[in-house]
C-alpha cells in the first residue's frame, strides 16, 4: 500500500523537475558591480591569496558595488571579496583603521560613513587578498 504523504511527495518532485531544469539553462545575468569587476579582470588570472598587501602611496582603494574592493599594484589587481560583499556601496566614503602603516591586511577595519549625513552606516569586514595579473599572450598561445 503506497501512504499518500509518499505519494504526493513523489508528485511534486515531478512537478519541481522542468522548473529545475529551466532554470538551470536561462543564462546568469550579473549585477553591475559584478560585471564590472569582470571587465576589469579580464585577461588575467587568479594568484595565490594573502593576508595582507603592501600599500605605498596615493594608490586607492576602490569599492565595487556589492561586489568586492579591489586595489591597483603596477600590472596586478588585487581582490577581496570580503566577508560582506553585499554591504559595499560605492557611494559612500571608506575610513579604515590600520594595524600597519605600509600594508593592508584582513585584520584591518573598514567602515562605512554616508557621504551626505556624515553618519556610519556599515562594516566591511575584509577576507584574503587575491592577486590578478595579465596571462602573457605568448605563454597562453604555447599552453
Known amino acids: 500500500m503506497i501512504k499518500p504523504l509518499a505519494l504526493a511527495t513523489a508528485a511534486f518532485g515531478l512537478l519541481a523537475a522542468p522548473v529545475q531544469a529551466q532554470e538551470k539553462t536561462e543564462a546568469v545575468e550579473l549585477t553591475r558591480g559584478e560585471a564590472e569587476l569582470a571587465e576589469l579582470l579580464e585577461g588575467r588570472v587568479a594568484g595565490e591569496p594573502r593576508s595582507c598587501i603592501r600599500t605605498i ?3 586607492n582603494l576602490n569599492q565595487i558595488d556589492g561586489t568586492a574592493l579591489t586595489y591597483r599594484d603596477g600590472d596586478t589587481v588585487w581582490v577581496n571579496y570580503t566577508r560582506n560583499p553585499a554591504d559595499i556601496d560605492d557611494s559612500e566614503i571608506m575610513v579604515i583603521k590600520r594595524f600597519s602603516s605600509t600594508s593592508l591586511c584582513r585584520s584591518d577595519q573598514i567602515r562605512l560613513v554616508d557621504r551626505t549625513a556624515g553618519f556610519l552606516s556599515g562594516l566591511i569586514f575584509l577576507d584574503d587578498f587575491v592577486p ?12
Do not use: F, P
Open 132 to 143: 590578478y595579473t595579465k596571462v602573457d599572450s605568448e605563454v597562453a598561445a604555447e599552453g
Open 57 to 59: 602611496g596615493s594608490r
